[in-house]
């Protein structure tokens, strides 16, 4: 079995940044990578994955160019790096891991077998 921990969330104002970080534990080898958010009465949207290898990467359009996603495979750990925040980040953020099989990233969440607890993201404008 896999778990994913993330940690990382937090207040921050109207462009500021913040790094996400999760931490793979268990059966450490996973598949693709990714980021989920939840907002408040909206449906759980995708925002960014990254393949096993590294060798594709794949954003939501709103945060193309303001938020990166990268791996440390070696510490079984992923990364989201937010950087000029806007109120309408604020979510719970999910980690999600696709089966070991699965090298390439997704937009669908039905493709990730394994997901976190959620991390508070609150953006102050």
């Known amino acids: 079995q896999v778990q994913l921990v993330e940690s990382g969330g937090g207040l921050v104002q109207a462009g500021g940044s913040l790094r996400l970080s999760c931490a793979a534990s268990g059966r450490t080898f996973v598949g693709a990578m990714g980021w989920f958010r939840q907002a408040p009465g909206k449906e759980r949207e995708f925002v960014a994955a990254r393949g096993r290898t590294g060798g594709s990467t794949l954003y939501r359009d709103s945060v193309k160019g303001r938020f990166t996603i990268s791996r440390d495979n070696a510490k079984n750990t992923e990364y989201l790096q937010m950087n000029s925040l806007k109120p309408e980040d604020t979510a719970v953020y999910y980690c999600?891991?696709?089966?070991?099989?699965?090298?390439?990233?997704?937009?669908?969440?039905?493709?990730?077998?394994?997901w976190g607890q959620g991390t508070q993201v609150t953006v102050s404008s």
């Open positions: 999600a891991a696709r089966s070991p099989t699965w090298f390439n990233p997704s937009y669908y969440h039905y493709d990730y077998a394994y």
